[in-house]
């Protein structure tokens, strides 16, 4: 599966920005997704998780109430909605897919798309 990421930008702090993840292939449903930010310096930090059906989600801990993941399987398409960004938000954000269940840990994911910026601003 191929994945591109998008919709990062610049916003102010307690703003939002909503990135997508667009999948290729015809089986994105069997696909767990999540997606990782990252900045330099650093590995890939875990942000948020969905299962292949969409029914599960999983979220760090930082993020939760903020953030929200999900996905249209028909469009093989992912969100992640993000509210009330905060300057430590300020990364690189990565979506990524693996076969099987949803995982927080970076190294379970095969594939991963080419990471959008986002940039909050104080």
């Known amino acids: 599966v191929q994945l591109q990421a998008s919709g990062g930008g610049l916003v102010q702090a307690g703003g939002s920005l909503r990135l997508s993840c667009a999948a290729s292939g015809r089986t994105f449903s069997s696909y767990a997704m999540g997606w990782f930010r990252q900045v330099p310096g650093k590995e890939h930090e875990f942000v948020a998780a969905?299962?292949?059906?969409?029914?599960?989600?999983y979220y760090v801990d930082f993020v939760k109430g903020r953030f929200t993941i999900a996905r249209d399987n028909a469009k093989n398409m992912m969100y992640l909605q993000m509210n009330s960004l905060k300057p430590e938000d300020t990364a690189v954000y990565y979506c990524?897919?693996?076969?099987?269940?949803?995982?927080?840990?970076?190294?379970?994911?095969?594939?991963w798309g080419q990471g959008t910026q986002v940039t909050v601003s104080t």
């Open positions: 969905i299962s292949g059906s969409g029914l599960s989600t």
């Open positions: 990524a897919a693996r076969r099987g269940d949803y995982s927080s840990s970076a190294s379970d994911y095969a594939y």
